[in-house]
């Protein structure tokens, strides 16, 4: 069955439903078809390994919409529709069960899938991953207080899980392969200030720990290192990053670096083709280079840019990076990319809260974490993510007083 040329999206996800309704607000009355494959409508991820994990949330709540707003947008939202081509001559993608859909435009918004542990044993039950809904309440059920939780990776979602898992009272050893942990994400010293919060909470962690093999006949019961060392558990999350789904564009001909290749506009080498969200890499202006970016403030914004660019409107994207998580009671806020730093400075806020910014050897603003309350640290990440933006050098001296209130460097300082 063909239907009519309309704007077509991959990616039932976040920067899919966000780019749909952004088509509507943006004058386009044609048709939109939203495939999706996950058989649920489009829903919010970050809760899952907070919100929905202690519980305190269902995965039914976390999503974007009701039906009666798929229906009054004319968003034809299919929930079943696993796109396996994409036909760029005939300017149609092909779904799993043979139908295909015409495009005027396409936006590939896949996201990016988990990468699973390479070692004997990964596939005993009770080896959780986290990225769909299915995943979580999988994970939920398997929190149970006093239960046993080895998580491999001292990223974002592994560490969030770590402090979920001990909220619901779970003993907590995390695994991490890197020196340290967040290695791509943050600086050493924000790192070492997480993870000081995360030993005061009770969790062990293992740096440099390299995993032999998972134990265990049918069920795991627990993790073998390199070094002989034996960790029981009663689960295992695996949390060691994401790779881009980049497969139908590759087999369709189009560019990819680390995610498909996108110019700043958000398009492809296919002049019909756009990619955003977790999928793609781009040029960023600022930064002066591609980068990809797995956030949720990333997919809100490409979604919003590349609606318009659907429409011809020509914008480019150079939006300040900003990341949030929240572990146990503290709140992290991201503006900018602090890993690309050369010189921390740090600003004290609270008690216990701090603002650690990130200079590169020009001596330029690229990053700023704050850690804490968030009553504490939000007002000086939102100013530091304008700073980014404007490339400003400051004096070291006035990004430590917390008595300087960044706000006021704003204007003459910027670049
Ligand atoms: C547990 C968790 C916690 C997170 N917490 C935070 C946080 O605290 N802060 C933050 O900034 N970010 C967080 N993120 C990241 C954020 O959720 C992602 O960056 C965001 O979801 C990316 O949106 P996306 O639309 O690009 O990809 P996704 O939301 O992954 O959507 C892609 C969709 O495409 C579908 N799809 C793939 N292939 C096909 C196909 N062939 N046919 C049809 N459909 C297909 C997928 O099934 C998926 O539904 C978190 C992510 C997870 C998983």
Redesign the pocket.
């Known amino acids: 069955m063909t239907t009519q040329p309309a704007m077509v999206i991959?990616?039932?996800?976040?920067?899919?439903v966000r780019t749909a309704a952004a088509l509507r607000n943006n004058g386009w009355d044609g048709e939109i078809t939203l495939?999706?494959?996950?058989g649920a409508a489009?829903y919010?991820?970050?809760p899952?390994?907070?919100a929905v994990l202690l519980g305190e949330r269902s995965t039914e709540q976390c999503a974007f919409h009701d039906d009666a707003f798929y229906r009054d947008q004319r968003i034809d939202l299919r929930v079943d529709?696993?796109?396996?081509h994409i036909d760029r001559g005939a300017r149609k993608v092909v779904l799993s069960d043979g139908r295909s859909i015409e495009y005027q435009r396409l936006l590939i918004?896949?996201?990016?899938e988990p990468r699973r542990l390479d070692v004997p044993g990964a596939n005993l039950q009770g080896v959780h991953l986290?990225?769909?809904a299915s995943d979580?309440n999988a994970l939920a059920e398997a929190l149970q207080p006093s239960r046993r939780i080895v998580i491999v990776g001292a990223g974002?979602?592994g560490l969030?899980v770590a402090a979920s898992a001990r909220a619901r009272g779970c003993q907590v050893v995390v695994i991490e392969a890197g020196a340290r942990a967040l290695m791509r994400a943050v600086p050493e010293v924000v790192a070492g200030y997480l993870i000081d919060k995360h030993r005061q909470m009770g969790v062990q962690i293992h740096f440099a720990a390299q995993i032999e093999r998972l134990l265990g006949s049918a069920h795991v019961t627990g993790v073998k290192l390199k070094d002989g060392t034996q960790i029981g558990c009663d689960c295992v999350v695996v949390g060691i990053g994401v790779k881009p789904?980049t497969e139908?564009a590759e087999a369709a001909g189009i560019d990819v670096a680390d995610g498909i290749a996108v110019d700043d506009t958000l398009r492809t080498n296919d002049p019909h083709i756009f990619a955003?969200?977790?999928?793609c890499s781009f040029p960023h202006r600022l930064f002066r280079r591609r980068m990809r970016l797995?956030?949720?403030?990333?997919?809100e914004d490409h979604a919003r840019i590349v609606a318009r660019n659907m429409l011809e409107r020509g914008e480019t994207y150079s939006e300040v990076p900003w990341?949030?998580?929240?572990q146990y009671d503290m709140t992290i806020q991201i503006a900018g990319m602090p890993a690309f730093g050369v010189e921390s400075v740090v600003r004290k806020t609270g008690d216990t809260s701090r603002i650690f910014f990130a200079l590169d050897r020009d001596g330029v603003l690229v990053g700023a974490s704050g850690v804490g309350k968030l009553s504490e640290i939000a007002r000086d990440v939102r100013v530091a993510q304008t700073l980014i933006g404007q490339r400003a050098c400051i004096d070291r001296a006035l990004l430590e007083d917390p008595d300087v209130k960044l706000k006021g460097l704003v204007a003459v300082e910027a670049l």
């Open positions: 991959i990616g039932a996800g976040q920067c899919g495939l999706g494959n996950e489009p919010d991820r970050p899952l390994s907070k529709a696993c796109v396996q918004a896949t996201g990016a986290l990225r769909t979580a974002f979602i969030e789904r139908l955003a969200g977790d999928v797995e956030c949720w403030k990333n997919a990341f949030w998580s929240n």
